[in-house]
Every structure is written in structure tokens, then in C-alpha cells.
């Protein structure tokens, strides 16, 4: 499980300081996917970054007793100037993987030829998917945070992340943000609404969309009796 207790979280922004969390608590229980819906600048890459640990709430705890991978899509997973080989050592070592065998795996899924041992400051931002696509799914995690990614690359490799995901949530857990709602309907059974600072969990995915179109409507938080 991730639990979020009372978390707040706020960026500066044009006339003060926007509120992305306000006093959130939730919990993101084990056996489930989770879809996040929300608006474009809600705050859903924030939330998955959070969730990683790879950045800080400014109030409240975030407590997780499960192994989480990286966000797929954070490019701050990867150093710009080392090659993506030399990257993907890097992260085996991290997260105490067999460096040898994880790079091997990225090698082949990622489909980089020789921009593998280039650096990554030379990687299109597709490239740079596929290298946080392969490395994140070369290290055995409890939770996948993924954050677009899937909808990187042309039709083919696509399918290859299909499956992929679908070979994973065997035995792992994923949380999602997409504006893809055939996304969400695909890989989640969970739904996860964020906007105005408020967070909010639904046991069904048509409660989680019902809420999110209500909030597009109002341009505010989604107030629901089921939450």
C-alpha cells in the first residue's frame, strides 16, 4: 500500500502559489490499478512523482511499504550527459538489481542500436521513452508509475509496451496518469480524480469518469456523494 496522509503540495506560480494537494489523504491499496484523471497542470505528474519519493511533499507524511519504480516519463530519471548503457547501470545499481542482466534487458527492449552507448542528450524525446520504458521494467517493482508513456512510439512498439504491461500486472501493480481514457479503461480498475488541490478515489472506473467530467464542467473540484 501508499497512503498519503494529510499531504500538501504547492508550486509558484503567476499571482501566488497554486495549491496542486491541499490536506490530501488517501490510500493507494495493493491489488489494484489506479487510473489518475485530471486536467491539464493538476498535478498529476507531481502526484506520481510523490508517490516515487523522487520529490517532497511540503506538509504530511507519504508512507509506503511496498517496492515503486521511478515515474516512466520523468526525465530526471536519466543523466543527459552518460550514455543510456551507462544510465541503466547507474539505476541497476540504485535499486540493487544484477547491473549485467538489466542492461541486456534494456538493450534488446528499448530497440536504440548504437544511440544506446551515446548520451542521452542526444536521445529524441522518444528515444529517451523507450530507455525509461526498458529500464523501468528490467527492475522487479510492487507499483509501476506510469506517466504517458504508452502512448510513445509508432504502433508496433506500442503493442511491445502492451504487452509488456499486461505480462507485469501478473504480479505487479500499476498507477496510471493518461489523458487516454481507452488507456485507463484498459489497464485500470481503480479511478483517481485530482483538481483544485483535492484528491479523490473511486472503487469503479464509470464513478471516477462521472466525477471527472463533472469537474471539467464546473472548471472546479468534483464534489461526489459516492467519494
Request: glycine letters at 10%; a positive charge; charged letters at 25%.
Amino acid at each position: 500500500m501508499i497512503a498519503l496522509e494529510h499531504v500538501t503540495k504547492a508550486y509558484p506560480a503567476a499571482g501566488g502559489r497554486k495549491q496542486l494537494l491541499a490536506d490530501a489523504s488517501a490510500d493507494f491499496a495493493s491489488g489494484h490499478n489506479f487510473g489518475i484523471l485530471g486536467a491539464n497542470g493538476s498535478g498529476k505528474s507531481t502526484l506520481l512523482r510523490l508517490l516515487a519519493g523522487s520529490e517532497m511533499p511540503d506538509r504530511g507524511t507519504i508512507r509506503r511499504d511496498v517496492r515503486v519504480s521511478f515515474p516512466l516519463g520523468f526525465g530526471g530519471a536519466f543523466h543527459a550527459a552518460l550514455s543510456g548503457r551507462e544510465n541503466v547501470a547507474f539505476i541497476a545499481r540504485v535499486y540493487g538489481a544484477a547491473v549485467r542482466q538489466t542492461v541486456r534487458f534494456v538493450e534488446a527492449f528499448a530497440e536504440l542500436d548504437d544511440y544506446f552507448s551515446m548520451p542521452v542528450n542526444t536521445y529524441s524525446a522518444g528515444m529517451r521513452a523507450r530507455l525509461a520504458f526498458a529500464a523501468c521494467l528490467a527492475i522487479d517493482f510492487d507499483v509501476y508509475l506510469i506517466d504517458e508513456v504508452t502512448e510513445v512510439g509508432d504502433e508496433r512498439f506500442r503493442r511491445k509496451c502492451a504487452a509488456a504491461f499486461r505480462e507485469r500486472l501478473r504480479r505487479s501493480d500499476i498507477i496510471l496518469a493518461t489523458h487516454n481514457p481507452h488507456t485507463v479503461r484498459q489497464y485500470c480498475d481503480r479511478g483517481v480524480v485530482l483538481g483544485g488541490g483535492r484528491l479523490q478515489l473511486f472503487d469503479e472506473l464509470a464513478s471516477a469518469f462521472a466525477c471527472y467530467r463533472r469537474m471539467l464542467v464546473a472548471d472546479g473540484p468534483c464534489v461526489s456523494p459516492s467519494v
